[in-house]
C-alpha cells in the first residue's frame, strides 16, 4: 500500500506492467505512478497524449473539476495556482476560469506546444 502523493489517504494498486505501477487514492481520486520512473518524458510523447489524453479531454474536464470540488475547501477563494505536470492544462484552464493565477510545469514537449 502507498500513501497517496496528494492527501497521503489510502491509496491501492490499479494497475501494474513490468515497468510500472499505477496507484488509485480511494479519498481524493487521482492516480499516480509510483515510483516514479526514470526517463518519464519517454512515456509522456505525442503518442500518449495523441491516443489517451486528447480523445478524452471532456471526461478530464469533468474529473478536474470533481478534484475541485474536494480541494476548495483547502485552498484560498483566490490565488495562484501551480500544477506540475499540467499536461495540455486542462485543470489551470478550469482554474484560470475561477479567477486564479495559473502557472504549469510540464515535460512534454507536445503538451507544451499543444
Known sequence: MVK???CEGISTLKLKTENYRVYFCKECEISFLYPLPENIEKIYNKEYFE????PYYNERK???ERI???LKNFI????K???IGCGVGIF????KGKNYDVFGYEISQFAIEF
Open 4 to 6: 497517496c502523493l496528494l
Open 92 to 95: 489551470l484552464e478550469m482554474m
Open 76 to 79: 484560498p477563494k483566490n490565488g
Open 51 to 54: 491516443n489517451w489524453y486528447l
Open 62 to 64: 469533468k474529473y478536474f
Open 68 to 70: 475541485y470540488l474536494k
Open 81 to 83: 495556482i501551480l500544477d
